[in-house]
């Protein structure tokens, strides 16, 4: 057994080789994820992979498609400490987030998460 066939935190062994790249999912799953995830967890399902970015870009600019499952919670916006940053709050999560101009919109709270 070879030490690349081992799945931390799984007492089963799957052979490398039957791994399947997160990347390469289908559409259709996707798009069943997405319709779980709240706004702030889709900016990060973007960042997965490239084809992650684009079946969100898909999924969310769809009016067919885009109907989420998880209720989305408005966010507030708050003052501005720089011009070139949002800070927004989280009613549901009641953590704030910083959306960066520059950073193509990288979500971040200020935990740094």
């Known amino acids: 057994m070879a030490e690349e066939d081992k799945v931390i935190g799984c007492d089963c062994i799957i052979p490398t080789k039957s791994r399947r ?36 870009k898909s999924y969310i600019s769809s009016p067919v498609n885009y109907k ?9 916006l708050l003052p501005r400490e720089r011009i070139d940053v949002g800070r927004f709050f989280s009613l549901s999560e009641k953590t704030v987030y910083t959306i960066g101009t520059c950073l193509k919109a990288l979500l971040v709270n200020d935990k740094g998460v």
Do not use: C, G, H
């Open 21 to 56: 790249n997160w990347s390469e999912l289908r559409l259709e799953l996707l798009e069943l994820i997405l319709k779980r995830l709240a706004l702030v967890d889709m900016a990060r399902f973007e960042l997965v992979s490239l084809s992650w970015y684009a079946a969100a």
């Open 68 to 76: 989420p499952l998880v209720p989305q919670t408005p966010w507030l």
